[in-house]
């Protein structure tokens, strides 16, 4: 005997831009997202019955986020996914959850000039901004937001000493590395109760990306490092101080290494330690450090 344990279902990379036309200023502004919908619901006998009667199909899906996006404001993405996912589980009585992940693309608007151009804009890095949103019926409005693929290096003000030492350790201990990671980082909100509550607190999500941007790199740029750890949880406190709406505060941090290059063998060339200029950037393998940080009584969760 087998039984269903859990399902979801829906219509994923569904691929969205927008412009909005500002007439009057003579500027254009633009919004490119990768949006993924999935159901929960009344729908097990889709899979146990054949019976698709239960099934909004994933063309449906894909054709309400498209007409949601033509309807309602996609910025923020957090009260776009709000929207979006509440449709869903108030149109249909045996939809009872759905959760809607948007990835916003980068389109920053060009300076030409030294002027920033109407309508041309520029994908300066594959940074992203992505929002989880998991609207559950008679429970509320889950936002997860986050920063992905915020790649930062630094080639000095980073140590690392003072680590456990065994008979595993071959690491030397530096008091001057280079730092170097691809940024994840993401903010829990507190639960909201309805899309009222999610757009009356509209302002808060751009502010809070911002702040969050701005406090990782300002915090990676300008912190002597003692390690990873230490500078990502300084991170973490700060984007809470900036934003109370938020719970916790993830981040993953990969450690990308450069590695010194013993050039000695070549007429004695000094290039380790004060002397390194030429380094082996490392692909693989990474440290890979996490942490989430909350406000006082708060359990991690990694
Ligand atoms: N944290 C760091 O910042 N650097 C490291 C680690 C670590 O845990 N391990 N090796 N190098």
């Known amino acids: 005997m087998s039984t269903l344990a859990a399902a979801r279902y829906g219509k ?3 691929r969205v831009y927008k412009v909005h036309r500002d007439e009057k200023a003579g500027t254009q502004t633009v919004v490119e997202m990768t949006v993924c919908v999935l159901l ?3 729908i097990q006998t889709s899979y146990t019955r054949a019976d698709n009667s239960v099934v909004v199909a994933t063309d449906s899906i894909k054709n309400t ?5 033509k309807q309602q404001s996609v910025t923020t993405p957090e009260v776009f996914g709000s929207i979006l996912g509440t449709h869903f589980v108030e149109k249909y009585s045996h939809i009872h959850a759905a959760h809607v992940n948007i990835i916003t693309h980068r389109w920053v608007r060009m300076n030409i000039n030294g002027k920033p151009h109407p309508h041309s804009f520029i994908k300066d890095s594959p940074e ?14 889950d936002i997860n937001s986050s920063i992905n693929g915020l790649t930062v290096l630094k080639s000095t003000g980073s140590q690392f000493h003072g680590f456990l030492r065994d008979e595993f350790t071959t690491l030397k201990e530096t008091w001057d590395r280079i730092l170097s990671t691809d940024v994840t980082a993401n903010w829990q909100w507190r639960r909201f109760n309805s899309v009222a509550e999610v757009k009356s607190h509209t302002a808060k999500f751009d502010a809070a990306w911002e702040a969050a941007r701005n406090i990782t790199l300002k915090t990676f740029a300008e912190d002597n490092s003692a390690s990873v750890q230490a500078t990502m949880y300084k991170m973490g406190e700060l ?3 900036a934003a109370p709406l938020v719970e916790t505060v993830e981040y993953a941090l990969p450690n990308n290494h450069y590695f010194e290059i013993d050039l000695s063998w070549h007429k004695g060339t000094k290039n380790t330690g004060k002397d390194a200029e030429v380094y082996a950037p490392q692909s693989n393998p990474n440290g890979l450090i996490k942490c989430t940080v909350g406000r006082a009584a708060q359990k991690a969760k990694l």
């Open 12 to 14: 994923d990379n569904v």
């Open 40 to 42: 929960e619901g009344d």
């Open 65 to 69: 986020i498209y007409i949601t996006a």
């Open 128 to 141: 992203t901004r992505n929002v989880q949103v998991d609207v559950v019926e008679g429970k509320g409005i």
């Open 239 to 241: 984007i809470l101080d």
